[in-house]
């Protein structure tokens, strides 16, 4: 997919990963980008500095979320590239509150399925379009401290293969961005036990990540990971599971201090 021209717009780009993706894809050439966040003034902010549009939802929302699509094509023209960017990181356990459970399911994962669901009827007849998930190396290796945030990010890879295995012959392409640690407001807090497992391979920049994105949905593929690690570590987790637990305990109580 050659991004010049296209109408893209980003949820999340308020900050992190979402900010540097609008500024990527500003600077490319794209005919309009859509910068999305549940907070106003940072989805302004985002927006002046790339010169785009600034929208306000909350994606948890399906309601929020087809108004999003309904002024985009009304207002400025057909969606080409929609990135379901935004997450949030809660409920660290099974004793969480069902609302934190709740919160994490509604932004983390049927965000994108609302995006596809209002999306794909559109983009099918008109030859087909492109969808980027954000989920997270979490959704592929799980997440120490963060149960919610795990589980979530594994039915949102789950759902992108779903979209890519049944709607591929139809035009529609689909890529599911898997980020390890990444210098944003969720990996804010060093001694979080989530942001020490995950950055033992380095943090990322976000216009790092972006750069990633953009290669990647240029060769249209399907898993894009910014620490190569990551795949290494998929393969000794598929390879012997059960190593792969006791390895994931023995880290857990490392960082945690239990005995």
Request: glycine fraction near 8%; aromatic fraction near 6%.
């Amino acid at each position: 997919m050659q991004l010049k021209d296209k109408n893209v717009v980003v949820t999340g780009a308020g900050s992190g990963i979402g900010k540097a993706l609008v500024t990527k894809f500003a600077a490319l050439g794209c005919r309009a980008v859509v910068a999305v966040d549940i907070a106003a003034e940072a989805a302004a902010q985002t927006a002046a500095e790339s010169a785009c549009v600034a929208m306000t939802a909350d994606v948890a929302r399906e309601d929020e979320v087809i108004r999003v699509i309904d002024e985009t094509e009304r207002d400025i023209g057909p969606i080409d590239l929609f990135c379901s960017n935004a997450g949030i990181a809660t409920g660290p356990d099974e004793q969480s509150p069902n609302e934190e459970w709740t919160r994490s399911w509604a932004v983390n994962v049927m965000s994108h399925v609302y995006a596809a669901r209002h999306l794909i009827p559109r983009m099918i007849p008109r030859g087909g379009g492109y969808l980027l998930n954000t989920a997270s190396a979490a959704g592929l290796l799980n997440q120490i401290g963060g149960a919610a945030y795990g589980t979530t990010k594994h039915a949102a890879v789950g759902f992108s293969e779903w979209l890519a295995m049944t709607y591929a012959h139809e035009g529609l392409r689909v890529s599911v961005l898997c980020p390890q640690a990444v210098r944003t407001a969720m990996t804010a807090n060093t001694d979080d036990t989530g942001t020490q497992a995950a950055s033992g391979d380095g943090m990322m920049e976000p216009a790092e990540v972006a750069d990633i994105v953009v290669d990647h949905i240029q060769r249209e593929v399907f898993l894009i990971l910014t620490h190569d690690e990551v795949k290494e570590y998929m393969r000794r987790k598929t390879s012997d599971y059960e190593r792969w637990i006791g390895g994931m305990n023995r880290l857990h109580k490392k960082l945690t201090g239990a005995p």
